[in-house]
């Protein structure tokens, strides 16, 4: 039996949280796992070495609330890709946190952009930019 780890983020509104995640799953390359009306999932499943991301409604039928202090990153593979990642996220129902933007307070080399998700979830994309942190 393969075991995996995932990550879950809550939703009251499963159509407005796919809408933000599935172009932002596709530019990162995780494949759609499943999908319900109550929410959906990312990730490749069959194996222990990748974490999935799920978004769905609460299993105690509560709303959905946001976590203080809770933040998912997600990593992305260049500066382009953080900046494509965050126009989507804005355009697709996402709420600035922090534009795309080199961070030296987190070290020369990290670059990162931070939303917030259809139900106020913090999610930043990060990248460590070899080539910035060969200009030190």
Not at 47 to 75: K, Q
Not at 89 to 112: K, L, V, W
Request: with cysteine; glycine share 10%; charged share 20%.
């Amino acid at each position: 039996d393969a075991m995996f780890s995932y990550i879950m983020l809550g939703t009251n509104d499963p159509q407005a949280s796919y809408k933000f995640y599935a172009p932002l799953m596709r530019v990162l390359g995780h494949p759609l796992d499943g999908r319900s009306e109550k929410g959906a999932a990312w990730g490749t499943f069959k194996d222990n070495h990748t974490t999935g991301l799920c978004v769905g409604m609460p299993f105690d039928n509560l709303p959905a609330t946001r976590g203080n202090g809770v933040m998912v990153a997600l990593n992305a593979v260049s500066v382009e890709m953080i900046q494509e990642l965050y126009r989507l996220a804005i355009e697709n129902g996402g709420e600035d946190e922090g534009p795309p933007a080199f961070r030296p307070h987190y070290g020369a080399d990290f670059y990162s952009a931070y939303v917030r998700d259809p139900d106020k979830n913090k999610i930043a994309f990060v990248f460590y930019d070899p080539a910035k942190k060969a200009m030190v």
